[in-house]
């Protein structure tokens, strides 16, 4: 499958923006989809997950409350609603698609290796 991340940009501190990422498969909703972030000069962490149909989903506590994973299956695209956005969270984002077992989405969803599946990535700058 492919993804193609877009939304990303310069903004200031308190604003909001949403991500999107495109699938190209008509299995989308076969996916977990999620979103990483990668600032500069830091490593690769994860942000959000989302289950196949969107019932579950699951934040790294740093973007808990803040920020909001969704998708359109209809649309084959999954959402990064963020707000109260801060310096910090200046990385480029990257979202994912992999087949999880819904049991272990909490646990494996995490992880940046069991994704198979990466977008380009778009920069998101949150100037202060």
């Known amino acids: 499958v492919q993804l193609q991340a877009s939304g990303g940009g310069l903004v200031q501190a308190g604003d909001s923006l949403r991500l999107s990422c495109a699938a190209s498969?008509?299995?989308?909703?076969?996916?977990?989809m999620g979103w990483f972030r990668q600032a500069p000069g830091k490593e690769r962490e994860f942000v959000a997950v989302?289950?196949?149909?969107?019932?579950?989903?699951y934040y790294a506590d740093s973007v808990k409350g803040r920020l909001t994973i969704s998708r359109d299956n209809a649309k084959n695209t999954v959402y990064l609603q963020m707000a109260s956005l801060n310096p910090e969270d200046t990385a480029v984002y990257y979202c994912?698609?992999?087949?999880?077992?819904?049991?272990?989405?909490?646990?494996?969803?995490?992880?940046?290796?069991?994704?198979?599946?990466w977008g380009q990535g778009t920069l998101v700058t949150v100037s202060s």
């Open positions: 994912v698609a992999a087949q999880i077992e819904a049991s272990r989405i909490r646990v494996v969803g995490t992880q940046a290796s069991n994704f198979d599946y």
């Open positions: 498969r008509r299995t989308f909703s076969n996916y977990v």
């Open positions: 989302i289950s196949r149909a969107g019932s579950f989903t």
